[in-house]
Every structure is written in structure tokens, then in C-alpha cells.
């Protein structure tokens, strides 16, 4: 566990007793943390809610942390993560897994390969749910039972029923307002414990930066945390997209920052991901007042 966190004991103490012990499944799941809460409450909250087995769903803008956050979540549990990335083509057996045609004493059978519910079901893991509001509204009700008090599902490719192990637990993460997304139902979100994810600013941020990236110029570093004020409170005021201060883009900005010049760190990083060219311009002019190269 990163101790550099400062949980509150009680919290340390959760962790540890719902940390597990002599299993080597899935070592590789574990993830690293590295989420800088802007409000340790978040962490602290859903923390509590998934010792609880409750479902955690982190929503935000872009590039906030969502996916650090839940990666955190894991480490801190020291629990393996099952992840399925949504899409208009999440499928059934992209969530559940498929059938497959394999030998067995030399004979040709029919094997089911699990997908990720069913083997953070199966092993009592963690299954992380990203961009959970861009699958299709007929497909996440297949796992409703999964994510209620029944912690089931009939597999539909074998029959069986199965049941969650202690442990199992669901974050799912949304960006709303996007296109290609759909507003949760209230079934489906009332499944949740939500969290709102803001971006980090200020000393949060250039901590972040400072353990994060290559940028070791702390004048440069001052430089980049003044910009992505600026360019939230543009996203605020209705001026900018929230993809212009994603703090994923960022951080590439600040870690090209070590080696090319900041202005076109920028330009690669944060301005060249923008499709209107008001909102381009906009951001190079943020950009030309603060960076001289």
C-alpha cells in the first residue's frame, strides 16, 4: 500500500483485514496507484463503499482520472482488476466470454472461455466497467443481476448459474455529455455508489507532474499548472471542450516538455486533439502568454 496517501487509520485497517492472503491469481491485474485525489474523501469514500461490496461509479470529465483512480483502488486492496472497455459494439460475449473449439484426448470439444464478469465473478476480483454509458442501452442489462444484492447471472452460452465470491466488486466510470454516449437509466445508476471526479489543480497537480513525467524545470512545472487553470476555466465558462484540459494530455505535454520545446509539447499534446479551430487558436494564444518557446 502507498503510504504516502495518509489515510485515516481506520481506513488502513480496512484495507488490511479485506486484503488477500496466499493467492496468486492474477498477480498481473494488480494495478499501480498514482491517483492524486484532489479531496482525500473520494478515496476514503469509495474505499468504504466497495469494503461494503457496493458498487462504485466514478463519473467526470476527461482525462480527471477516472481510470487511475479505479487502478488505485486496486493496489490499495492489492485485489487483481478485470477491465471491459464499452462501445456501441459491446457484445455478450465480450462481457461474459464465447465458445471455441479445442482438443481434449484428441477429440474435438466445444470449450467455453471465460470473459471478464465472469472471472472477477468466478475469482471474487474487482471488474472495472470503463465509459459504461457508451455501450448500448439493450447490452448492460445482461449483468443487471451482477451488479445488484443477487450478485448473479445465468450464463447464456453454458446455463450456468453463477454467483459472485466474496470480494467481487464493480467501478465503472463515465464521461457524460459525449457523443456516442447515453444517459444512464435510474435502474442502472441506482445499482451505484457515484463519485464526482474533478480535476486536480494547483500543488496537487504539480505534485502530480513532478512524480509523473520527466519535467524536473520547476519554473516550466509552475508554467503548466497555470495553464491547465486556465484552460478549466475556459472548459467552465463554455469556451473550450472538456478534451482541451484533460489532465492525461497534460501530463504527455509536460513529459515531452523534458526533451522538445513546451509551445510545441502543447501543440502535439493538447491543441492537435481539438477539432474546432476556434478552440485551437484559443488554446496556442493561452499558450503564447505563458511560454516563450
Known sequence: MNSNYNLPENIIELLNNKKRKNDDNFQELIRQ???VPPDMDLLIDAISALHMGKNVLLKGPTGAGKTKFAETLSSLFHQPMFSVNCSVDL???????????????????IEFVPGPVINAMNYGEFLYI???????PETLPLINGVLDYRRTITNPFTNEIITAK??????????????GTVPLNEALKNRFIVIDVPYIEGEQLKKLIQTNTSLADEVTTDLFVKLSKDLITAVHQGKLSEDAASIRA?????????????????????VDKLDEEREREFVLNLTDTLFAV
Open 166 to 179: 466474496d470480494g467481487f466488486g464493480v467501478i465503472a466510470a463515465i464521461n457524460e455529455g459525449y457523443i
Open 130 to 136: 470503463d465509459e459504461i454509458n457508451m455501450a448500448k
Open 33 to 35: 496507484d498514482g491517483y
Open 250 to 270: 497534460l501530463l504527455d505535454a509536460c513529459d515531452l516538455s523534458g526533451i522538445i520545446p513546451p509551445k510545441r509539447a502543447i501543440l502535439r499534446s493538447i
Open 91 to 109: 457484445d455478450a460475449e465480450s462481457l461474459l466470454g464465447f465458445k471455441t473449439l479445442a482438443y481434449q484426448n484428441e477429440k474435438q470439444v
